[in-house]
Every structure is written in C-alpha cells, then in structure tokens.
Nanobody, 122 residues
C-alpha cells in the first residue's frame, strides 16, 4: 500500500488549499479514507473521513470550511480547505481505514502517507 500526499504549502488566512492523496497497491474503492492532522505539541486528530460509498464526516472545527471527496477511478482522495485559519496549521496525512467505514480511533487505520505541511500565516 502506498499513499502519497501533495498540495500543502504556505497560505494566508482566509485562503484555500487542495490536498491530494494518491493511493496504490490496494483496491481503493473498497476502503474508507481519512485525513488527519497534527500540529506541534498536539495530538493527531481526525479532520475528515469518507466511506467507500461516499458518506462523509468532519471535525467540528472544520465543518463548513473543508470538503473531503474521492475519485475511485483516479484512486485519489482530496481535501479542499477554504477559509483557512492559523489554527489549521499542521502536518496533514491521509490514511486508509481498515474497512469500508471510517473510525475516530487512529488504531483502526492501517496505512498512512508521509504527510504534507500546511502553514496558514500572514
């Protein structure tokens, strides 16, 4: 299993970024996928998740600003981030769930990407 994130960078408050996670070496459409983030000195947290069927779930802190989506042809999961705030600054990682459904427990995710840095600052 390989998960490769891209799209991170430096953006001003109020700006937007789109993260991508390209998956390979497994049947992508069978598994839920999720985006996590970890800021310095803080625990890793679930940001958004999507089931194999396309149902989504978001952390309260990003509802209405972030959108997770998936393309089962391109084997890619996306995270569109709008109205970014300084507190969104973190390393963002995608992860493959152990099933077609998402979980909040980190231990239920089998594989992880290397992460991409998102910095929101003026």
């Amino acid at each position: 299993v390989q998960l490769v994130e891209s799209g991170g960078g430096l953006v001003q408050p109020g700006g937007s970024l789109r993260l991508s996670c390209a998956a390979s070496e497994f049947t992508f459409s069978n598994y839920a996928m999720a985006w996590f983030r970890q800021a310095p000195g803080k625990e890793r947290e679930l940001v958004a998740a999507i089931t194999s069927g396309g149902s989504t779930n978001y952390a309260d802190s990003v509802k209405g600003r972030f959108t997770i989506s998936r393309d089962n042809v391109k084997n890619t999961v996306y995270l569109q981030m709008n109205s970014l705030k300084p507190e969104d600054t973190a390393v963002y990682s995608c992860a493959q769930s152990s099933s077609s459904y998402y979980y909040t427990l980190i231990s239920r995710y089998n594989y992880w990407g290397q992460g991409t840095q998102v910095t929101v600052s003026s």
